[in-house]
């Protein structure tokens, strides 16, 4: 098993997907340069948070261009597995490999905060029996707001694409407990095939015991044994 | 006239003669200005009056503090201590630096952007942060933590409104940007900052012992770097610009206000780490902070004891057109310069071309002591270098307290009418829901406090923790930042010690032990003598505080003329200090966790109005003396504090300041899951004085300890035995009341909890969120 984390000018939660992955969940895991052109073997590839290119234009839009993206496509249609967070999930929607689009908050401010989570039963290795019902995890972003067509929310909703959405502590999806005004409640999506998750919450900033929760790491553990069950052939 | 003029310059509107006026709208006193010919040995040119200008203001030079901060202690007096050795003093470097152990130092620093705040608060404040960050990582350190003080009007008009809007989210656009976790600050709110808000920026970085960098040019031959953004005509003078009052027209001159890139900064950062970590490939580097390529390029030179000379046609520009006066008096952000060994140019250039950023060589040291200027091959400036840093004039004088001061300072309460069952409750009210008391969640939630991955303990207690992971060694450390403005003006040698005992005593609180400090002083013109007395005196009380707790301080800055026409600020030298958690266990927050704690006060009931919240929101006034700060009980009781917090008898621990026990007792209250109730039993001998000084007095020394059931007796047996005041003051519940009475059986209000924290919690959004609202 082995995890890349891309890095971009201006991403700057690499080190802690990094720590995450390698000290929280125990798998080896490496930096790859976003002037790289390949990825070499690896078994789940992280887009980090950050602020890539500035957030210049959109965020996102810059970093899609960028040399090692032609190899993440290449990777995303043989069935590889990507992770996108905060801005790694913008990047993935930009680039087109995730539906919809992140606007701007609906509050017009950033947020930092730590909301709970409805964990919906998307895959069988994502789901309240992997993960839990309700989660805490960290969320900073000025620009989670999802926002995408009426088909495709239905086809997102119909699939069971839908990973994550912010509710109250009970679990109601309340407009209140909407940290961003995402159309639904929606904090994290996957694609129709299964093999690329994007997610604005942070589960690499809730790992460590002084973390506001460790809800983290049943997270990415889930996504991490998503490579057991892709069923699409490569 | 013994020196020959310099040739004339490429501009030729450059080329006229100094006139007084020039030299006064310079900023400079016609006898600097008499210096200066002596130290040229001839008429400066208008590009080196622009550079004398800048590097002798008050900003760069320090001429009306620097006798006063000889004072402070830059070096730790216990030489047996683990940690807290100075490694890299105050007014040596960028930053100071000091030991932490295991090899691993931190640097940090405190520095202020007022007077661009003022006038563009979101620019102004995001440049500030990132000035300081540039002074942090220029010693060699990842910066791991940011915080901020910051001072703004009563936020009941719209113009304060926009100012704190403003500050908030250009701090917020900046440090998330950059990745840095913002760990809050303090924040006041008073009329004395009507129209010169305080923004104050601190930054603290983490680095070994070996890799500290210095800003030293040396190594005649060796060439010098300009590295980062390209120069443009943004921030012309801000040095000078920061030296002078604000007036009506400043308002209206926004060109001294610099932009910020955070981006290009992160990259800068990222660059210059990643060229720090080639061994021996910097020999010196410095940012290009306030003054510019002026003052790193002079900065430079002066230290390492050499010359320096470059030329302007090659510093990356992106505007065309710009002559030598704007290009070296430009306050462009994002840019650094770094003399490196000859012969490994191409090493540095790789580095940062990963990065897309520039790195030209503009220049090289030389022998002698000459800082020399050219554009077009053409000398624009030649100046010893040492004149420039060194030589600046000092101005030292008797200060005078303003008249009626020592006046307010003997006011009693006798003639006001107490607090009583009637007036509790508005009184109470009055106090949680102002802004200086209310949670300030709505600025702390747009800065982003997680990145990083190591907060353990959010804004919004007395200090901020952030784990360091050093390459398997962990380290915890802890800061907070403190100063009371209105003591200040009332006593403004005790307002300084009290910055300093406060600020060790919200560490104390959260487990830590300190370990250093740093300063920014603001204050009003010091020419006017009674401002300069209470400069003189805060820093005194600083010093004296500093001294106390073993408490080098390691740099900070000085930000003068904070004046509008309605006045001087109150005297407000902020102080931040660091401190170090021994291990996890003793991180202690100030929220209650369990509802079946006690609180324990320690240092007895207050007993002292003087400058409290309370006289200003109830009783508009700001009188009375400063709080009493007895040193020597602090620092005992400071010990006995860690001493319970190791043992593992401190569920929270919460500092009793503004607006006094009541309000600290309630934000104990307030947890991160849940609302509790408490009943306060106040002794019955609080009858035989006044209620108002017991309940909202600001009386130093004052802790309040939350210990379970199974520890009270232990808590009480230690105290004693160390010789600690200490008594039961409140018992917390589940009922979700929160209620006081005197002795047993005296009830004197109860108030449901809940609403209370709701009025606590979301009055700052209430404000900020109807600001189209006008007035209010």
């Not at chain 1, 032609?70 to 087109?96: H, M, P, S």
């Not at chain 2, 009793?656 to 509790?676: I, K, N, R």
């Not at chain 2, 939350?706 to 007796?713: F, G, L, Q, R, T």
């Not at chain 2, 005041?725 to 004197?748: C, H, R, V």
Request: hydrophobic share 40%; aromatic share 6%; with cysteine.
């Amino acid at each position: 098993m082995k995890v890349a984390v891309i890095q971009f000018p201006g991403s700057n939660c690499d080190q802690d997907v990094y720590h995450s992955f390698a000290r929280g969940i125990g798998v080896p895991t490496e930096m790859i340069w976003h002037k790289d052109e390949q990825l070499g073997e690896v078994d789940l590839v992280v887009i980090p948070g950050g602020f890539s290119y500035g957030d210049y234009l959109r965020c996102g839009a810059i970093a899609r261009f960028s040399p090692i993206m032609k190899a993440v496509g290449e990777y995303a249609d043989r069935g590889g597995l990507i992770l996108g967070i905060c801005n790694g999930f913008q990047i993935l929607c930009e680039a087109g490999l995730l539906p919809g689009a992140l606007i701007r908050n609906n509050c017009l401010e950033y947020r930092c905060m730590t909301p709970h989570l409805l964990i919906q039963d998307s895959t069988d290795t994502f789901n309240r029996n992997k993960i839990g019902q309700i989660i805490r995890l960290p969320i900073g972003h000025g620009e989670g707001n999802y926002r995408i067509d009426d088909e495709g929310l239905d086809r997102l909703e119909r699939n069971e694409q839908i990973l994550l959405r912010y509710c109250d502590e009970q679990g109601n999806l309340t407009e209140e407990a909407n940290p961003n005004g995402s159309v639904n409640n929606i904090a994290g999506i996957r694609n129709e095939r299964g093999n690329i998750f994007g997610m604005m919450p942070h589960p690499d900033r809730a790992f460590e015991r002084f973390h506001p929760s460790m809800d983290g790491l049943p997270v990415m553990k889930a996504v991490l044994a998503t490579k057991e069950t892709v069923t699409v052939p490569i | 006239m013994a020196t020959a003029p310099l040739p004339p310059n490429p501009d030729s509107l450059l080329n006229t003669s100094i006139t007084s006026e020039l030299v006064s709208t310079h900023g400079l006193l016609p006898e600097e200005y008499e210096k200066i010919k002596k130290i040229l040995d001839r008429e400066p040119t208008l590009t080196e009056l622009g550079i004398f200008s800048v590097m002798w203001s008050e900003h760069c030079s320090y001429k009306n503090s620097r006798p006063l901060l000889k004072l402070f202690p830059v070096e730790k007096a216990d030489k047996n201590a683990d940690v807290g050795k100075v490694l890299v003093k105050a007014g040596e470097e960028n930053a100071g630096v000091i030991d932490i152990g295991d090899g691993w130092a931190i640097a940090f620093k405190i520095e202020s952007h007022n007077h661009p705040s003022a006038v563009e608060p979101f620019e102004g404040a995001a440049t500030g942060v990132g000035g300081i960050i540039r002074d942090i990582f220029t010693m060699g350190a990842r910066p791991v933590l940011l915080t901020n003080s910051l001072r703004f009007g009563e936020l009941n008009s719209k113009e304060v409104k926009r100012l704190f809007r403003g500050v908030v989210s250009g701090i917020s656009h900046y440090g998330n940007c950059m990745g840095i976790p913002n760990l809050g600050g303090d924040i006041y709110f008073d009329e004395c900052y009507e129209g010169n808000p305080l923004v104050n920026a601190l930054c603290l970085g983490v680095l070994k012992h070996d890799d500290i960098k210095r800003g030293a040019a040396s190594g005649v031959g060796n060439p010098v770097y300009y590295v980062g953004a390209a120069t443009g005509r943004d921030g012309l003078g801000g040095a000078s610009f920061a030296s002078k009052e604000l007036t009506e027209e400043s308002q209206a001159d926004k060109s001294p206000v610099q932009k910020g890139d955070p981006f290009m900064e992160k990259l800068l950062l990222e660059a210059c780490l990643e060229m720090m970590a080639v061994p021996g490939l910097v020999v010196g580097i410095q940012d290009m902070g306030a003054a510019g390529l002026t003052c790193s390029t002079c900065e430079t030179a002066s230290r390492g004891n050499a010359g320096i000379e470059i030329e302007l046609d090659l510093v990356p520009q992106r505007e065309s057109g710009m002559n030598s006066y704007e290009i070296m008096l430009s306050e462009s952000q994002e840019r650094m310069l770094v003399i490196i060994p000859k012969g490994r140019e191409s090493e540095i250039e790789e580095v940062f071309e990963k990065w897309d950023l520039h790195a030209v060589k503009v220049g090289e040291v030389t022998d002698g002591d000459r800082m020399v200027v050219k554009q077009h091959g053409v000398v624009v400036a030649d100046i010893p270098a040492l004149s420039l840093t060194d030589d600046g004039p000092v101005y030292t004088r008797e200060g005078i307290e303003a008249e009626g001061i020592e006046e307010l300072r003997e006011w009693t309460p006798s003639e006001l009418p107490d607090v009583d069952a009637s007036s509790l409750d508005s009184t109470f009210r009055k106090l949680i829901a102002h802004p200086t008391i209310a949670s300030k969640e709505w600025v702390w939630k747009q800065y982003d406090h997680m990145v990083m991955a190591g907060t353990s303990v959010e804004p919004g207690s007395d200090a901020g923790v952030v784990h360091l992971n050093l390459e398997g060694t962990e380290k915890i450390l802890a800061i907070s930042n403190d100063c009371n403005g209105r003591f200040c003006f009332l006593n403004p040698y005790r307002g300084g010690l009290i910055s300093v005992a406060e600020c060790v005593r919200n560490l104390v609180c959260s487990g830590a032990r300190p370990l250093s400090i740093t300063d920014n002083l603001n204050f009003g013109n010091p020419f006017k003598l009674d401002v300069y007395y209470t400069l003189a005196e805060s820093i005194k009380g600083l010093a004296e505080g500093c001294r106390a707790f073993d408490l080098p301080i390691v740099g900070g800055n000085v930000s003068l003329y904070n004046e509008t026409p309605e006045g001087a600020i109150d005297p407000t030298p902020v102080v931040s200090i660091v401190g170090i958690i021994e291990s996890e266990e003793h991180i202690t927050r100030q929220t209650c966790r369990r509802g079946d704690e006690t609180l324990i006060l320690l240092g007895g009931i207050p007993n002292e109005l003087g400058g409290s919240q309370y006289l200003k929101l109830v009783h508009d006034l700001k009188t009375g003396d400063a709080p009493v700060v007895d040193l020597e009980k602090e620092k005992h009781q400071n010990e006995f504090v860690l001493g319970e917090i190791s043992a593992g008898r401190v569920v929270a621990a919460h500092d009793v300041s503004d607006g006094g026990l009541l309000v600290a007792v309630a934000e104990m209250l307030f947890g991160e899951e849940e609302t509790y109730g408490a009943k306060i039993v106040l002794p019955s001998s609080v009858s035989e004085g006044r209620l108002d000084e017991a309940l909202f007095g600001e009386s130093q020394g004052r802790i309040l300890l939350a210990v379970e059931p199974e520890h009270i007796d232990e808590v009480f047996a230690a105290a004693s035995e160390a010789s600690v005041e200490a008594m039961p003051l409140a018992s917390l519940s589940q009922d979700g009341e929160f209620s006081i009475t005197i002795g047993k059986t005296n009830p004197l209000m109860t108030w449901k909890v809940s609403e209370i924290r709701s009025l606590w919690g979301t009055v700052i959004a209430d404000i900020m969120d109807h600001e189209n609202e006008g007035e209010i």
